[in-house]
Each structure stands twice: as C-alpha cells, then as structure tokens.
C-alpha cells in the first residue's frame, strides 16, 4: 500500500487532484514496478500541471473524456497544442519533464512503464534493448488494444476488493509487451508457443494457486519460485493448463463455491468469501458468467430444493 500511495500521491500532485486517485501497482516483472491509475477532476483550477520526478520511464495515458486545445509542454516550453479526443492514447517521456496546461474537466488512465520494464521484456525474448519509443509529443495514436486493456483496469480501480493479483500482473505485463512491440519495435515470436511446465511443476503451481484463492499471490513470486520469468511462467501455464494463472483461479473459486453449496446450512454470502471471492455480489457476477446461471439457481436444480438467497 505504500508503493501505491507514494505514486497516486505524485499523480495527485502532478494534476492538482485534491485526493490521490485509485491506483494499482504490480511487480510483473523481476526488477520492475508498474503501476495504473485513474484521474479526474470535472472542476480544475486552470493552469498548468506540476513536474512528475524525472525518470527513465514512461507514462502511457488513455484519455476518456474530450479535451480541446491542449497545451502540451516538454522541458519548460509548448511543443504542441491539439485537440484530445476520448479513447486515444498518448505518451509521455518523464525525461523530457512533460506537463500540459489543464483549463477544462479531464478523466483519463496513466499506465507508469519504467524502462527497465521495457528491458525486461526484450530480454526475456532474447531481442536487443529497445531504444526510445516511437512518438510524438502531444500526437495521440488510434490504440485499440490499449482501450480494451484500460476497460479491464477501469473496472478493477473501481472495486479494488474484487481484483485478484493475478488478474493485474497479467493485465500489465500484456500492456508492458503491447507498448514494446508497438511503440518500442520489439519483435513478436514467431510460430506457436511450444513446451509447458513439467508436470510436477504444473502440479507444484496449481497447489500454490489453490492454497491463495483470494488471488494475493503475485505471478513475480510464484515464477520465481520455478526460477523463470513471469512471461515464460504464465505461458507455459497456459500451454499447461489451458488457461492463464488468473483465469484458472477463478474457475477454481468457482469449483470450490460448487463443492460448498452441496452443504445445506451455508448462506451464500458465507460461500462466496469461503471461496476468495470479495462478497456475495461478486460471487453472483462471476459464477453466473462462468456457469451461465445464478448460484442460487444452481443450487436448487443440485439440491432440488428451495433456497434462499443469502
């Protein structure tokens, strides 16, 4: 928690929030810090924004509300003045001391990528070091897959409780190889993705997950326990298992709340927290959507019987 206050806090101070903004960390990577956060202010004070701490690292920002006329600023003076349109995506070099002057409501995502991340990712691929990524200050880019991985963010900043963070590590180290590969140069693998985990390293893996099933664990501490990289673990569990790390532990909360349902004296609000869920609620959304029906309607047709909903 401190990791996420100390850069919510810079974020906050950055855009004059009066509170610092939701924010998520994650350590995907072995000698990286990453990190999302949401802002937005619908009253600002005009002027322009604070200096983040200068830092070889990037922040990507998927912008989710129109902004005419922004004034974009590199190391003390305007580079450029444009109109920001809802649902593209800009990046910042923290070198360069970016700033922009904030006289109108604004709502967006900043994705915090530090360059050792980006050197992570290019030496688990074995590629050469990727240099400076590929942008134009204040030039925002049509970013389909950035968009659909900040909706999954948004949702998760929202209601922290019910992020597992797994889900997270995942979600930020597909963002990390997407901003590489894109904007770095990074080549992608060629061919399909061969060989899993060694079935007593599968076994050791889903054991430990299973132990966790309010998803606490990181992908960085459970790879590391294998001595591999986060992205090579959480492919070979795929190849595996069928399924990424976080989306097998949900189909085992699942499981788990089947197995308990078959007991008649428990309420489901007491399954859905027995089975790392955050509360009822979220046990209903993700069961219904994974099952196809409600658990309480499982759990009649199982039982054959009435049952109440709580």
């Known amino acids: 928690m401190t990791q996420v206050g100390a850069f919510a806090q810079k974020v906050g101070r950055f855009l004059h929030l009066k509170d610092a903004p939701p924010t998520l960390v994650t350590r995907s990577l072995r000698s990286a810090?990453?990190?999302?956060?949401?802002?937005r202010n619908d009253h600002p004070v005009p002027g322009l924004s604070d200096?983040?701490?200068?830092?070889d690292a990037y922040l990507v920002s998927l912008k989710l509300r129109d902004f005419a006329d922004c004034e974009c600023w590199e190391r003390g003076r305007c580079v450029t003045k444009s109109d920001i349109r809802a649902g593209a995506t800009y990046l910042y070099d923290l070198k360069r001391d970016p700033s922009y002057v904030i006289d109108k409501p604004f709502h967006s995502l900043f994705f915090h990528l530090p360059r050792?991340?980006?050197d992570d990712m290019a030496r688990q691929?074995?590629?050469p070091r990727i240099g400076e990524l590929a942008y134009q200050p204040g030039i925002g880019h049509d970013d389909m897959t950035i968009r659909h991985l900040g909706a999954s963010f948004l949702a998760a900043l929202?209601?922290?409780?019910?992020?597992?963070?797994?889900?997270?590590?995942?979600?930020?180290l597909a963002l990390t190889a997407h901003v590489a590969t894109t904007y770095g140069g990074l080549r992608r693998a060629v061919g399909p993705v061969r060989g899993g985990l060694a079935p007593w390293q599968a076994k050791r893996a889903c054991e430990r997950l299973e132990s966790d099933l309010r998803g606490k664990l990181s992908l960085e501490k459970i790879a590391a326990e294998f001595d591999l990289s986060v992205s090579h673990f959480s492919r070979?569990?795929?190849?595996s298992t069928g399924l990424p790390p976080h989306q097998w532990?949900?189909?085992?909360?699942?499981?788990?709340?089947?197995?308990?349902?078959t007991v008649r004296d428990l309420s489901l609000s007491e399954i859905a927290i027995a089975a790392g869920f955050a509360n009822q609620s979220h046990f209903t959304r993700v069961f219904s959507s994974v099952v196809g029906v409600s658990p309480g309607m499982w759990r009649r047709e199982a039982q054959g019987a009435p049952e109440r909903e709580t």
Request: hydrophobic fraction near 45%.
């Open 33 to 39: 810090e990453l990190a999302v956060t949401e802002t």
């Open 51 to 55: 200096s983040m701490p200068a830092e």
């Open 116 to 118: 050792s991340a980006l």
């Open 125 to 127: 691929g074995g590629a």
């Open 158 to 172: 929202r209601q922290p409780e019910e992020a597992n963070q797994l889900f997270v590590d995942h979600v930020m």
């Open 236 to 239: 070979s569990f795929r190849v």
């Open 249 to 261: 532990l949900l189909r085992q909360r699942v499981n788990t709340a089947k197995q308990l349902m």
